[in-house]
């Protein structure tokens, strides 16, 4: 909120190019409030406006490299593509075992006094699963440029395609193989992972890269929590007095704490990485 406040502040003395960097910095907590949408195209259309102030306050590291290696990709320097995207997925990556790591030490909150060890151990690792999997929401990243919920993959779809270009297409079938294991449904690298296998030797067992361990746990414990939240649980108390049946979770109490988030607008180098195609000639 005080973002909110500031850029307003920075419009009514004249300053367009502090308005235009608070306002940025506030769209990146609050992505869907339309008033400063409109804030910020009034503000790219005013005289004072420069690309430069298109920023935020509070740096991200991550995003940075995001950022200039799709500014690489739409300048077709895609061997500079590949070093940024590289260091930009070893910095999420870091972020990420940081963030999981930290899962360890959540407090054990919510036990009743007397409750069964089968309870209290299936309630911890609940809240574990529960804030591991709040963490590529917290490490991924959104504005109106980078969509939250496709951040992670977003980083292999820019690869595979500059290793494409770069015509190192074991690497490049690496990386989308990555990305369909986040994106299973993707027609376009679906076909693409199609051309790559074609144009490598045929015995070659070209696997995804290293990360997909980290990938494939995460989805599973996704997978957990789902049938936990579908599931009522019934909690036995321990009294030396006879119990009545216990009271059933209501599903809203159970529900997982990961936030829905809408598709973005299409942005150019956005909308350019989900339409890639590939030049068979």
Known sequence: MPYHYLQMSYYRVGD???ATTAAHTYLEAN???????????????????????????????????YMKGANQYNQKNYMECVTLFEAALQAYYHAM??????????????????RSLIGIIGRSLTNLLRCRANCSEKVGYRTRLVDRDGYEGMHYHYLQFCYFQLDSLRDALSAALVYLELKP???????NVEYYRSKLPAEENIKPRKEIKLVRQQHGERILIQKETSSTEMEVEMDDKPLGPSSVLSSAER???????????????????????????
Request: net charge negative.
């Open 16 to 18: 367009i190019a502090r």
């Open 31 to 65: 992505f869907d409030d339309e008033v400063m949408e409109r804030n910020v195209i009034f503000y790219e259309n005013a005289e004072g406006y420069s690309e430069d102030n298109a920023v935020s306050m509070e740096p991200n590291h991550r995003l940075s490299l």
């Open 97 to 114: 075992e940081v963030c999981r790591a930290a899962c360890q030490l959540v407090p054990r909150t919510g036990f009743k006094r007397k």
């Open 185 to 191: 449904d993707d027609e376009i690298m679906k076909s």
């Open 255 to 281: 529900q997982s704490s990961i936030p829905k988030t809408k598709r973005t607008k299409d942005e150019s180098y956005y909308a350019s990485t989900h339409n890639f195609t590939i030049d068979y000639d």
